[in-house]
């Protein structure tokens, strides 16, 4: 019987040293959060180098459509392609 009492306080101080309600709750929080489903759109044009496009103010030049793809995943971001 004292085993058992010495694994749940040990349990218990390990449990606050590392953090893990506070932890659990931050992850329940994430995964109850909305995610939002609508992706802000972006322009992408054909240059005769490439591919370009604006967001949010600045120039991004593209030697690949595969480039834009990975870019457009990085930012959360939806392409919308004219000039093809």
Sequence with gaps: ???KDQLESFG???RQRL???TLGDAIRTMQTAEVDVHPEWVI???TAGG???IYRGKAFDFAEML???I???EMDVQPY???F
């Design 1 to 3: 019987m004292k085993l």
């Design 12 to 14: 218990h101080r390990m």
């Design 19 to 21: 953090h893990l309600d």
């Design 44 to 46: 992408v044009y054909r």
């Design 51 to 53: 591919f370009c496009c």
């Design 67 to 69: 480039d834009i793809q």
């Design 71 to 73: 870019w457009s995943e």
């Design 81 to 83: 392609y004219i000039g």
